[in-house]
């Protein structure tokens, strides 16, 4: 879900405050939810503005870029090695535990693509 915009929550703060329209009304009449109108009032009264809140983060990457560019370094002098063999390397080398779909997510970072056997 996006947020709601900045002129969608100025309206929605202007008809309530010019009064004689009920939460759920506004909430019908701008298509949104009645717990998004309440909290934006709830906010505006507060006084903590009407802009929408940034991102709550997540989990912090597991490497930082020094140890990417020695990740890209060890993929490149072993550039037929598998994704668990990837993983085992990495994890001798930079003393990191990765999983093998994180180190599938770090080299797709790194532009890397996978590279299929040929049958033969």
Do not use: C
């Not at 930082?64 to 890209?72: E, H």
């Not at 090695?81 to 990765?98: C, F, S």
């Not at 797709?108 to 049958?119: F, P, V």
Request: aromatic share 4%; net charge positive; no cysteine.
């Amino acid at each position: 879900m996006q947020p709601l915009s900045a002129d969608l929550r100025q309206r929605i703060i202007d008809i309530y405050t010019d009064g004689g329209i009920s939460q759920r009304q506004l909430a019908e009449r701008f298509q949104v939810s009645l717990s998004s109108v309440q909290r934006l009032l709830k906010r505006w009264r507060k006084g903590e503005g009407i802009e929408p809140k940034g991102h709550g983060g997540g989990n912090p990457p597991l490497l930082n870029s020094a140890q990417l560019g020695r990740v890209k370094t060890l993929i490149d002098a072993n550039n037929d090695a598998t994704l668990a063999e990837l993983q085992v390397l990495v994890n001798d080398q930079e003393e990191v535990w990765v999983s093998r779909s994180t180190m599938g997510r770090i080299t797709q970072t790194l532009g890397i693509t996978r590279k299929k056997n040929a049958a033969g």
